[in-house]
């Protein structure tokens, strides 16, 4: 399929236009089949004729599955997954040694503070599966956020789910890809905002897309696992689809979203979500994939967006059923302990409010994904407390497990 890209016109006629065509005389007069008169056409055929005149050949089109001067590839498709990018540039793989932690800068990707983003590999070659793991860390909405609390040095993971020697974790020999935080945008923005004084970039969502050019052709998957913690969990929720798009039919996808559940309007309420709309544009990023998603309701909509247009995806969601951290950040939208109220003191979401929102989310999609609810406050499993949380008998990495074989599992009440 040719591919209209800036310069390269893929509907134009690229054959040799020096011959004679059938009612073309050779002096370029055409007659006409109504009126017998002739029509002169050389000046429409001249300037597009020139160049294959002297050079017998085409003019060259990024899209036509011809390696031209001047491109670096053309495999005459518009996938940018696949090593070759629909402008003819190619990919540079990523080639990280085997079992160890490397970390890329990436061109084009930005941090919050307008700094390079990246992202650390350890690279199992013996493997046909990968790991996506989103770093958490807050988010960034306000004249009150914390600049440097999105600017943590990466140091490679080696606790909970990333460990390698734990026996009972089902991708302990995965290759792994570890994206920290460092954006503020729940990875799910594309926009520049000035808060607190400050220039910043939330371009978390197009940060992963970039990331993605070199993920699928440098690793190529059978089985993804796409994970994050707190604003990872959200984010990777939220970025299910384009993960999906980009590895493509044929590649296994399962979603864990630990501790950022996708929460109705009754626990992030109206005012907050436009707060979160406006300063990411989120309309430009997530909500431009789901055009039936109300956008005061865009957590809870997205998810019914990704499970009723990627049935293969299995997802799975981990909350604590009044988690304090996330009913905290919410209650920027409970200003003096009001809904809908983002004006006040903020006040966190009452926990009876959360626990009943986690399980309305299970009740509506209980046939097409997996809850693990512990009760309580608690914040995140991932990590510190993988290897020792267990409801009822069954541990995180065993319902993870599950839920990547294609188990649908409710854990907790």
Known sequence: MALAVAGCDSDADFSDSSEETAGETASGETE?????????????TGAQTEDSETTGQSEPVCGDGVVDAGEACDDGNDDDFDGCLSDC???????????????????????????????????????????????????????GCDFMSFNIPYIPPSD??????????????????????????????DAEAELG?????????SNIGTFLQQWVPSFPAERVLLTGI???????????TQVADAYGAGVDITVIDDSG????????????????????????????????CDPNDFATGFLEHALSNYPDMKFGVFSNTSDAIISA??????????????????????????AEDLLSIRALNEDRMSTFYPVGIGHTVLRVGY???????????????QVIDGDIVHVGP
Request: glycine share 14%; hydrophobic share 35%; charged share 15%.
């Open 89 to 143: 540039s190619a990919v540079e793989l990523l080639a990280p040694p085997a079992l160890e932690w490397t970390y890329f800068e990436i061109p084009g990707t930005q941090c919050m503070n307008g700094s390079t983003a990246g992202f650390a590999v350890n690279y199992n070659p013996d493997s046909p599966d990968v790991m996506i793991y989103l770093e958490g860390g807050g988010a960034c909405f306000s004249d």
């Open 197 to 205: 004084g400050q220039l910043r970039q939330f371009r978390g969502y």
């Open 387 to 401: 290897n020792i949380t267990s409801v009822g008998g069954t541990s995180v990495p065993e319902w993870i497990g």
């Open 261 to 292: 559940p996708p929460l109705s309007d009754e626990v992030i309420p109206p005012c907050l979500q436009t707060l979160f709309r406006d300063t990411w544009n989120l309309d430009g990023t997530v909500l431009a994939e789901c055009a039936s």
């Open 230 to 240: 707190s604003a990872g969990g959200f984010g990777a929720a939220l970025n299910s």
């Open 329 to 354: 950040y919410m209650g920027a939208g409970w200003g003096n302990g009001q809904w809908n109220n983002c004006g006040g003191l903020s006040t966190s979401v009452p926990a009876l409010t959360y």
């Open 32 to 44: 006409s089949e109504d009126t017998g008169e002739s029509t002169d056409t050389g000046a429409d």
């Open 160 to 189: 909970g789910i990333f460990s390698r020697s734990n026996a009972a974790s089902p991708v302990k020999d995965w290759t792994m890809i570890y994206v920290p935080y460092c954006t503020g945008d729940i990875h799910a923005g």
